[in-house]
């Protein structure tokens, strides 16, 4: 009898969760945990359960929302890439010939 092998053909692929693909995930748990705190400190300091709820709801709808949206437009690794390329620098400027003078 021949052994059958399973292969995994998921193993170099990226981590994605309801269409939010790599690193948006974490910023989506960053996020929930922060709306949490806020809910907590909301309670703790006596605003009503209705409206911090409403509140977070709000907050929960327009980060999922959000995030959603860059998952979407920038992909798993271009907001990396568009936050890297506006940090390049329009023009090299060299105003001494020091640098290719050998002393």
């Not at 907590?40 to 709801?57: C, D, R, T």
């Amino acid at each position: 009898m021949a052994t059958v092998y399973n292969i995994n053909k998921g193993v170099n692929k990226s981590l994605e969760f309801k269409g939010i693909k790599a690193q948006y995930i974490i910023y989506l748990a960053i996020g929930l945990i922060g709306l949490l705190l806020l809910f907590a400190i909301m309670y703790i300091i006596g605003i009503p359960v209705f409206v911090s709820l409403l509140i977070i709801l709000i907050g929960g709808f327009l980060l999922f929302s959000k995030v959603t949206k860059f998952s979407h437009k920038y992909g798993e690794h271009g907001l990396m890439k568009s936050a890297a390329y506006k940090k390049l620098p329009v023009s090299i400027t060299c105003r001494t010939r020091k640098v290719f003078i050998k002393l």
